[in-house]
């Protein structure tokens, strides 16, 4: 079902008081490719609890469903698979992995390396951004809004994601079974609420189904590059 949304650009949105502004650090988007029927991928699902307890990072764990034949991910999805294919293509690779994470849509990495991972979010991070991008609630919608620098070409692609803050699983069979693990950040939905052309400020107004948290996600079309992300808790 696709969300409807009421897009308005006015004065009064160029006056808001944003919540960072260009000089700051934007949080670096991670999102992890993992699955319960992988044997790799317990170090990295446990090392997203670290990463999502940073300020400077929003964590995502995507769980794909091409294990499913080893053990039944709960959590899997097959638009997880696609999102993880399509990254691939956009980066000109023919395969995907697990576990695997994605940064800020632009770089991957083996999840089960934390020095490795550490080491690009870092870079990320000194990166400077054209995008800045707020978001808050309002009684029972979502407020969104961004600004570009000059010159930034469109479009934008804005996307919402909801997610489950952490679940406990117990594996019965597989290469995990025996095991029980504990998932963060647990991507349930992943949906494009529309485009932007980042020639005009954005402003957005969506309707919340509940107060569950979500993330908003500012990409380039095609799997390319996340310009910016926003978390409400």
Request: some cysteine; glycine content about 6%.
């Amino acid at each position: 079902m696709r969300i409807v949304i009421s897009i308005f650009l006015t004065a009064a949105v160029l006056a808001m008081p944003t919540l960072a502004t260009a000089e700051e650090r934007a949080p670096v988007l991670v999102e992890l490719y993992t699955s319960q029927g992988c044997s790799s991928c317990p170090p990295a699902d446990a090392f997203l609890h670290k990463l999502a307890a940073r300020d400077d990072v929003i964590a995502l764990a995507l769980h794909v469903d091409y294990w499913d034949y080893i053990f039944d991910d709960v959590f899997g999805k097959a638009a997880h698979t696609k999102r993880q294919y399509g990254y691939a293509g956009a980066g000109g690779r023919d395969m995907v992995y697990t576990p695997q994470i994605i940064i800020d849509g632009s770089d991957h990495v083996v999840g089960n390396r934390p020095k490795d991972v550490n080491a690009l979010i870092d870079r990320h991070l000194a990166a400077p951004h054209s995008v800045v991008l707020t978001a808050a609630r309002e009684g029972g919608n979502l407020s969104i809004s961004a600004t570009a620098k000059k010159g930034t070409r469109g479009p934008i692609i804005v996307q919402l994601a909801r997610y489950i803050p952490q679940q406990t699983v117990a594996i019965d069979h597989g290469e995990n079974a025996g095991h029980t693990y504990s998932y963060v950040n647990i991507v349930t939905d992943l949906v494009e609420l529309g485009q932007w052309d980042p020639a005009d400020p954005l402003a957005m107004k969506v309707r919340a189904k509940d107060d569950a948290p979500v993330v908003i996600i500012l990409q380039r079309p095609s799997y390319g590059k996340v310009e910016a992300a926003a978390l409400l808790r």
